[in-house]
């Protein structure tokens, strides 16, 4: 295949897969702008976790709802935690408690009854994201997937479960970013309407 073929044929994997899930998934999307719109209105907060690439995804998606997502959108700061950020508290819970709990750990205490999680995995194995939904689960916060493949075990874990139907990591991440600008576009317009 030439470059200029794997170009065009990366393109349309992706855009084939967005169709696929503006399809399957719109529905599923509103349920989780519904979630969240109804924390939020309760004075809750959004929570987003993952490893890697999805922990860029998780910085990227609290820093746009906690500063801003469009600009041409004013309204206040809203709070959006990633439980990735801090390198003192990761680097202290996997040393204290195991890696499988760096994300478990700061929820149980940042975290409240009404808030969301959003757990983000394109395997839907990740032990310390299936521990934060799990330790989520238990507090009453609202549990939502970004997740790839069948869902993997998290899929279970999930209030919403917004599976991506692929197994190659990369168009998973390209979709879950796409996703997590729709709810949070949604979301907003929501909250900034009169």
């Given at each position: 295949?030439?470059?200029?073929?794997?170009?065009?044929?990366v393109m349309e994997e992706g855009a084939a897969l967005r169709r696929r899930l503006a399809a399957d998934l719109t529905p599923?999307?509103?349920?989780?702008?519904d979630a969240c719109e109804a924390s939020m209105r309760a004075g809750g907060k959004l929570f987003f976790c993952g490893n890697?690439?999805?922990?860029?995804?998780?910085?990227?998606?609290?820093?746009?709802?906690?500063?801003?997502?469009?600009?041409?959108?004013?309204?206040?700061?809203?709070?959006?935690?990633?439980?990735?950020?801090?390198?003192?508290?990761?680097?202290?819970?996997?040393?204290?408690?195991?890696?499988?709990?760096?994300?478990?750990?700061?929820?149980?205490?940042?975290?409240?009854?009404?808030?969301?999680?959003?757990?983000?995995?394109?395997?839907?194995?990740?032990?310390?994201?299936?521990?934060?939904?799990?330790?989520?689960?238990?507090?009453?916060?609202?549990?939502?997937?970004?997740?790839?493949?069948?869902?993997?075990?998290?899929?279970?874990?999930?209030?919403?479960?917004?599976i991506v139907p692929s197994t190659v990591t990369a168009r998973i991440q390209e979709a879950h970013i796409t996703l997590g600008?729709?709810?949070?576009?949604?979301?907003?317009?929501?909250?900034?309407?009169?």
């Open positions: 295949m030439s470059e200029a073929a794997h170009v065009a044929a599923a999307v509103i349920g989780v702008v890697g690439g999805s922990a860029a995804d998780a910085q990227h998606l609290a820093t746009e709802w906690l500063v801003r997502l469009r600009s041409r959108v004013e309204r206040p700061s809203w709070p959006a935690i990633a439980l990735t950020l801090d390198p003192v508290a990761l680097t202290a819970g996997g040393n204290d408690y195991g890696f499988d709990e760096v994300f478990a750990r700061p929820l149980s205490g940042l975290g409240r009854t009404g808030d969301v999680l959003f757990g983000i995995t394109t395997s839907g194995r990740s032990p310390n994201v299936l521990r934060a939904l799990e330790t989520a689960r238990g507090m009453a916060i609202v549990t939502v997937g970004l997740l790839g493949g069948d869902g993997g075990a998290a899929k279970a874990l999930c209030d919403h479960p917004l600008h729709v709810v949070l576009e949604l979301l907003e317009d929501r909250l900034v309407r009169p």
